[in-house]
């Protein structure tokens, strides 16, 4: 029931990266649920890393293996999270597993689990997945990869990238599986860019926080986090263009210019693919007095449960928006300075009702299953925008029978 | 759907209060939808408002007149909230009408409503329903008005005490209406709380800031808080008790604990008919460094669609609970200290599964409709309680098809 969803099409290899994966019998048996890239010698990975005072373990290794790299490995059905130090001896033995067989050190991989959070991963069969998964490594494999990485999303994503950066040609592929327990501060649960990029682990770091800004960290489903949200980015160097390793120069904007547009594709996609999603909506806040407060506004009104059946219902019920706006924490907002803006329908002018307003018009923009809510706060230039899907029978739904 | 709420009983009448109804086809038709109280001379009357930007007008009228007061109206269908200074002046006008019947100034009148946002008043049809409610008042009105302030609540909800203090009998009713759009500070919609105590309106409004603090201010059932929500405490002074002047003094701790009892019922009552609610939840958080720290969890745990539905679901999934405490925004948390229990059931200690713990018994706990979630932080010796409901189809069905 995703909200038109693109198909995910052939992902393009980057030069330095394979992938391979297996079918390891986590949860489900006959499912692909294990994967692993490998890279080659030089590559630097940076990520950026859930918030949640439960970081999973993996979280925690794949974030102490940042740097340079050589392979990564991820499986399904199984968080590894609030496993405690079995946890951790688990994360760590997935990267030397895969480690023998690159013949590098476990420092060298990074680790990544989601799913069922609370139970031990099966290491047998760990080690079996990583062994098959490994043998089968191809510079093609990324569009069975984004399938592997799946839990209750309805089908992979991913995108691929070409761009020039001063006349040198850069490769990039994502990937990325959502799709409920998302909201700011580490939106999806997990997301793998593979790059051509020559930069150095620094810089790997400094792209994936600015990559995420605009992209992951602008999108809600309903407002839960994960304990093993995670962001990466892997750079082989493969490319002809010279060492970038200053954030501030003009061929680190180029690259991350150019890296952009596939970051926020893979956003929106999440949210697309959002749990029950039959909508998607763009909230976009403006005349704030500061991104951060038109930010606030925007999630709130995003995470509210009233409104979210509302679009759900396709009901223009200005009252909801109101609700949530009136709740954002602006001290000093005047709610009769406030607009609202359903796509062109002007719906509330001045804190009420627009005198023009035709309810009619607002319902057939919400009738259709993407569309923007614009709100406008009079007090300021200040604007932000997120993504986000509505609160249908269908995420009750799945998330009510998630383990069964 | 409410989960095991009392039958409304027949609520006592309080001296020196009148009350009465109307049919006043606010936006249904032949149904209660006005009601109007009358208090006797040297009545007093303080309140707790909500904190939404877009406070109502009638909540803006009614904090205005609070003090020395002669009677009350409340409309349900309508909230009279994002309808600018229109709405001020229907809101000043519902207090005129009455006042003109009571033969007192509008400023002794407090007025409420509850419903739609974002509509204006039928002012011609309020002002036949309020001659028509204030022609019927009689004391023994209590049960009805609980009936005619309805929403979307399922049942009328209210409650009768009668109390001792210092030899002197004080008597008290309050009857509330919900039953969506309600967290903390400032959880119920409509609350009002009758008593013939003998107090100050300095008095009555402390005394309506401290029952509110561990009653409706520790409730949640979607997070979303009104335009309209009010609680309102009136004292007729009826009483033989010596006025009560000073909230430090021995008759007003009687007095507060007297009447706390029925205001934590009433907020009890308030969740078990919260919308679409299946099961009834209480949110015990333990061993926290302050109460503050404990409430942000409980509310934390008690807003996260993932545990609401998984508590809609019966499923223990103790990965949604450590969620939740984790993303609480207690920055140093250390996971592995949390313990959980499901009733006596201990599912969760040092931050990972008990060795002890057998998934059948915490699913017989979560079968139940009604059940405690207990959290021990491990961190210190402050605790907060406080009560929800689950996420369930009917509360998407609620308030995706209200406004139909």
């Known amino acids: 029931m995703a909200v038109n969803l693109p198909d995910i099409g052939t992902l393009l290899p980057v030069n330095g990266i394979e992938l391979g994966v297996a079918a390891a019998n986590i949860r489900y048996e006959d499912r692909l649920d294990l994967a692993v890239m490998t890279f080659t010698t030089g590559s630097v990975a940076g990520g950026v890393f859930t918030q949640n005072s439960y970081r999973a373990a993996p979280v925690i290794v794949a974030e102490a293996n940042c740097g340079s790299v050589r392979g990564l490995v991820v499986n399904s059905g199984n968080a590894n999270a609030a496993t405690g130090d079995v946890g951790l001896r688990d994360a760590e033995r997935m990267c030397s597993l895969l480690g023998e067989h690159i013949g590098c050190s476990a420092q060298e991989v990074l680790p990544f689990s989601t799913g069922v ?4 991963l099966p290491m047998d069969r760990m080690a079996d997945g990583i062994e098959i998964a490994f043998k089968a490594s191809r510079p093609e494999g ?21 761009f020039d950066v001063d006349g040198h040609k850069i490769a990039a592929t994502g990937i990325v599986k959502g799709s409920g327990m998302i909201r700011p501060d580490m939106a999806t649960m997990l997301a793998f860019l593979g790059t051509d990029a020559t930069i150095s682990s620094d810089v790997a770091k400094q792209l994936a926080i600015d990559l995420a800004e605009h992209s992951f960290n602008r999108l809600t489903i309903d407002g839960d986090t994960s304990t093993n949200d995670a962001f990466v ?33 893979l956003a929106i996609r999440t949210v697309r693919d959002g749990e029950g999603a039959s909508k998607f909506v763009t909230v976009l806040v403006e005349g704030g007095r500061t991104e951060r407060e038109c930010l606030n506004v925007a999630y709130t009104v995003a995470h509210s449960p009233l409104v979210k059946t509302a679009i759900f219902a396709g009901d223009p019920n200005w009252g909801r928006f109101c609700m949530a706006i009136g709740r954002a924490g602006i001290a000093d907002l005047d709610p009769y300075r406030v607009g609202l803006h359903l796509d062109e329908v002007c719906v509330a002018t001045d804190g009420k009702i627009d005198p023009g307003y035709v309810e009619a018009r607002a319902a057939e923009v919400m009738a259709l299953n993407e569309f923007s809510v ?29 383990r069964t």
């Open 117 to 120: 959070i609370g139970e031990y």
């Open 374 to 402: 614009r709100i406008h706060l009079g007090r300021g230039t200040a604007s932000a925008k997120v993504w986000t899907s509505d609160l249908s029978y269908e995420y009750v739904k799945i998330n009510a029978e998630y």
């Open 142 to 162: 990324w569009n069975s990869t984004a399938t592997a990485i799946m839990t209750t999303d309805t089908a992979p994503k991913g995108v691929s990238v070409e």
């Open 233 to 265: 980015v892997v750079a082989t160097g493969k490319a002809t263009l010279p060492v970038v390793t200053d954030v501030n120069s003009r061929a680190y904007s180029k690259l991350r210019e150019g890296l952009q547009p596939l970051v926020q594709e």
